[in-house]
């Protein structure tokens, strides 16, 4: 979610949006609309998701409506001041579950005169007193708001913490469901006061979605295609792999439902991460997948072996790519820095396949825009094991030559017992091992390559020269 708030700023910023990503825009007048409409107009131009916030009774005005009307907006969020003393006063607290009515009547009004071209949504300042908060929301909602923000003029102090948390209970009990509650976007706090006040309605930040389990590589630490383990699987299954095995390792999620995910994520989603038991690129519609989740402005991570790409992939994910690091990240299974490592790791693989790696790896970085740094970043990952171990300084020069922008030593996870055998156990090994490493951390520091979880290679360096 990108924004711009003109009670705190002034700068208009647009550059650089995908073309579903959500931008807010929060006006304070009726001049301010007509100051912005024309950075309105071209935000429009460059998504599909923009959201206009303005003081209430501005929906109001025929002047106001007959700009909005001429905008291609997705939604519109006007603020509201609730008076939760008057209304108790008006109409006492037997009608409590009420809320303020003038708040949801107004909200009805503005809803029947924009009709349904617009999300709707509100804004609301919270104060100190908030009996009817919790009720005048959950009118909003079944009065058809979509999207809430709850605007604190300060800190929150635990009073108002507390009083919050029971705000969310009663939408709870409501059965006030589908509508996302946050705390203003441009409040550096508003993650902490979604956690203290158990604002489960403002959604998650990161989002892990498993695309495919289909693999053609062989890795040896794989716990579904590895080696060991299919000979193992064939061995318990009368020299076959069973059904069971096939139907696991053919499964792959449903493009269009995967689509409908992502349109459903709330705001507070900042980055998606593509995985799957197998290749994630094996998935027929997964370029097209990340495309769409980039486009509608989240950061997205992808777990691959970086084999299945064709030029044409390569050049459509360059085109949604952005200028920082995690915009449009892949984690880049390699393990090997030179064709016979890479090899002993996937024995079914070939020097063919680590070329084809290292020119999609190298493509991807020779298309990132020198002027602008636009494009596509990505991590060289080392699943450290028996037959890479001592060859980890291979993996800096490899690292630098394909243009990565870090390298991942990741000590290897054990699935299976079957995996304690590429485990470095005994003191000849770890020591080869922490040297290996310090070769490997020093080769990158002199070449600027940074070492991702460097603390976790120097603790394992520490505790070798302990143990030994």
Not at 203 to 225: A, M, P, R, W
């Amino acid at each position: 979610m990108k924004y711009f708030d003109q009670y705190s700023s002034d700068n208009f910023d647009v550059n650089h949006l995908l073309p579903r990503e959500p931008f807010y825009v929060r006006l304070i007048d009726e001049a301010s609309l007509v100051r912005y409409y024309d950075k309105i107009k071209d935000l429009t131009s460059k998504t599909t998701d923009v959201f206009i916030s303005l003081p209430s009774e501005l929906f109001e005005l025929d002047s106001v409506a007959n700009l909005l009307m001429t905008l291609d907006l997705k939604g519109l969020i006007p603020q509201f001041k609730y008076h939760p003393t008057k209304w108790n006063h008006v109409v006492g607290f037997g009608d409590f579950n009420s809320g303020d009515r003038d708040i949801i009547n107004q909200f009805l009004g503005i809803k029947n005169r924009y009709g349904e071209k617009f999300l709707f949504g509100f804004e609301i300042k919270i104060l100190s007193d908030m009996r009817i908060l919790a009720s005048t929301i959950s009118g909003l909602y079944f009065s058809g708001a979509e999207i809430g923000v709850l605007d604190s003029p300060s800190e929150l102090d635990p009073e108002m913490i507390k009083k919050l948390t029971d705000v969310f209970r009663y939408l709870k009990i409501r059965n006030v469901k589908k509508i996302n509650i946050y705390f203003p976007f441009w409040f550096t706090s508003s993650l902490k006061y979604n956690l203290k006040t158990l604002n489960t309605f403002s959604g998650i930040e990161q989002v892990h979605i498993d695309l495919s389990n289909k693999c053609t590589h062989s890795c040896v630490f794989c716990g579904l295609y590895g080696p060991d383990f299919i000979e193992d699987h064939k061995k318990r299954s009368g020299g076959v792999i069973s059904d069971f095995a096939k139907k696991m390792m053919s499964q792959e999620a449903n493009a269009e439902k995967v689509r409908e995910i992502i349109k459903a994520l709330p705001w507070t989603v900042k980055s998606i991460q593509f995985g799957g038991l197998g290749d994630p690129l094996m998935h027929k519609s997964a370029v097209d997948l990340i495309v769409f989740a980039r486009e509608r402005g989240f950061y997205v991570e992808i777990l691959s072996n970086m084999e299945y790409l064709a030029e044409e992939d390569l050049l459509r994910l360059n085109s949604v790519g952005g200028n920082h690091f995690h915009d449009l990240h892949f984690v880049a299974n390699v393990s090997g820095g030179d064709s016979k490592t890479y090899i002993a790791t996937r024995p079914r693989q070939n020097e063919r396949v680590f070329e084809k790696i290292k020119y999609n790896l190298s493509k991807l970085a020779s298309l990132r825009s020198e002027a602008t740094g636009r494009g596509v970043f990505f991590t060289v990952m080392c699943v450290v094991n028996k037959y890479n171990y001592d060859k980890l300084e291979k993996l800096v020069d490899f690292s630098i030559e394909v243009g990565a922008g870090r390298l991942w030593f990741k000590p290897m996870e054990v699935h299976l017992n079957l995996h304690k055998d590429l485990l470095i156990k005994d003191a000849p090994q770890l020591e080869s091992l922490s040297n290996s490493l310090r070769s490997a951390i020093s080769r990158a520091d002199s070449m600027g390559l940074k070492i991702f979880e460097r603390e976790v290679c120097e603790k394992i360096i520490e505790d070798i020269g302990k143990s030994t």
